[in-house]
Each structure stands twice: as structure tokens, then as C-alpha cells.
């Protein structure tokens, strides 16, 4: 009796953790897809443009680029950052790169100090997982220096603070193996925030559900890290001096956040992936479609306004991973695609 008893209990705590997984993956959600806008372009040349930062003042969009379908058959991912000139009518064009070892890019992030423009990129080669800082001049990213550490197990966004230091996410708390698969299933929070000072890498944040994207505030005082399985953002207080962090509150979205912008009004644009096992399948199969989702936060007194700008079934975009905004235009760029969606936003 006792024996039957317990494997009911494990039957049902089984069944609970399934259905939980079902949920917290968007398998039960009711897409209604709309777009806010109008469809200006289909940019086409770049496979996996993953994740994309704005120079403002020029008006140029860097977007990372890398096949990562080819990636995972251990074929060249044909990794470069690309660069749209936005007050041109032309079309992106693949940067010049100093860089001499295997360059595959995912998360970046733009920094401007005085008349220097520097772009920070997490870089995935055969030899292990780092962050490359490039300055950009005439057109070209110089290569400048490369910051390695154990600590990156499995870097994913990375958000400069100055040429220096910076935050990077790690989406697992292991690179590869079964224990990994049961971290995305089983939602357990294995990830983290790490920051390097200068000198050295150590763990700002820990126990996260699939850290993400990563972002710092115009006035460096408070970071946002998405949580993927966990359907949400953190809001951090930071300190400039020293970069530690301290937890603020989270905002709730209930989908699979990814990447995070932040524009010129303080509001945050941040991608998602609404049905998350769908992009588990997409990942594996391109035939499979990935609906995609973009959210814009502004703040607000209590908090932030949520409004959702782009909910695709996945047919005209699969994968959504990051959502940059320029004069009433939107940017939006995938994981996997070769595709990059321009959108002429309602006024």
C-alpha cells in the first residue's frame, strides 16, 4: 500500500512538472497576430542576424550575424557583423574585420565615449566562448582586444559599460550534455550574470531561468536582464562604481524574452519567442515555424506600460530575438532566418 501510494505521489508530481513545462512554454497560449504598422522591407542577405545595437547620431544598425543551422552540424557559421545605413536607401553591407581567428557573433552591444565607437561582440569559435572588442572607423571593425574566462561557460548578450568593463549572461549553467536539456525542460535556474571589472570576471546575478539579453540604462544605474524560461525582465540597481548589482522588482511578461533594447525615451524593446517548444523545433527543423512576438515598455509611474507592437504566427518571421526602433521605423532580426524585418510603425 505504501509502495502504491508513493508512486501515485511521483506519478502526479511527474504530471505536475510536465504540465507546468506545457504552460510555462506557451503550449496552451491563443495567438492573435497583428502588426502595428506597415511592412517596409525584407532584408534577406544575412543569415541569423541574432542581435542588432544603434548608433543613434549616425544612423547605422550593427547586426550580428552567423548561420547557426549550419553551427550545429559543425559546418562554418559564416559569422560578421553587418551594417545598415538607415538615412540611405542602400542595403546592409558586411563590415570589414580585423579579427584573424573564427568569428561567429551572437549578443553585442555598441559603446560611444567621446569621438570613439567601440562594438562589443560574444564570440562562439571551435576553441571556446569570449567577448571581442572591435573600435569601428571608415567602415571597418578593428580588433582590439579579447576577453577570455571560465567563468563564460555559455555567453549569450553582453552590455558595455565602458571600453573595459561590461555584463555578460550566461544562458546555462553548463555547456553541453544532459544535465543541460534537463536545465531548458525542467526550468531550473542554473544561469547567470556575470561582469568583468576590468580585471576579472564574478557573478552579479545568479540563479536565473536562461539569462539573456542584457541591457544598462542611459544613466548606468540600473540593468535589465531577460529571463527566457523565466517569461520575464529584472530590473537591477546598479552600482557605477563598483558594477554590483541589487535586485529592484521584475516585470512579468509572460513569454520568452530575449533580446533587450533600450531607445532614446528610456522605453525597452524587447523580442520574445510566445511558444517556446515551437522554437525548440524550429531550431532543429527549418521547416518548423516559430511564432514572433515584440513587446515595448514605457515607463510609467508604477513601472512600466506594456503595448504589444508584433505578434507573428511565424510564417512571415520565425524566431523573433531582438527589436530595434529608428524614426518611426522598427527593426526586427531572428535567431535562425536569414531575414531582417523592417516595419513602418502607426504614428
Known sequence: MKLKWALTIIIVLIAGMLVNTLY?????????????????????????????DVDYENGLLFISSTDRWKSMKGQSGDGAIWLLKLESSAEPVRLMNTYSGEFNPHGISLLKKDSNTWLFAVNHNASGNYVERFSYRNDTLFHEKTFAGDEMCCPNDVAAVDP??????????????????????????????????????????????????????????????????????????????????????????????DNIHIDDEDQLWVAAHPKMLAFAGHAKDPQKKSPSQVLKLTPSVDGYSITEVYLDDGNQLSGSSVAVPYKGDLFIGVVFEHKVLRLGLKR
Open 164 to 257: 573595459d568593463r561590461f555584463y555578460v549572461t550566461n544562458d546555462h549553467g553548463l555547456p553541453k550534455g544532459f544535465m543541460r536539456t534537463l536545465e531548458d525542460y525542467l526550468l531550473l535556474p542554473f544561469s547567470s550574470l556575470l561582469y568583468f571589472d576590468g580585471t576579472s570576471f564574478s557573478t552579479v546575478a545568479k540563479g536565473l531561468h536562461y539569462g539573456n539579453g542584457v541591457n544598462v540604462s542611459k544613466d548606468g544605474t540600473i540593468v535589465f536582464l531577460a529571463e527566457t524560461t523565466g517569461r520575464d525582465i529584472q530590473v537591477l540597481r546598479r552600482d557605477p562604481q563598483t558594477g554590483q548589482l541589487a535586485p529592484r522588482y521584475e516585470i512579468d511578461l509572460e513569454t520568452g524574452v
Open 24 to 52: 510555462v512554454a506557451g503550449v496552451f497560449k491563443t495567438l492573435h497576430p497583428h502588426l502595428e504598422g506597415s511592412l517596409q522591407m525584407m532584408y534577406n542577405q544575412m543569415p541569423g542576424p541574432e542581435d542588432m
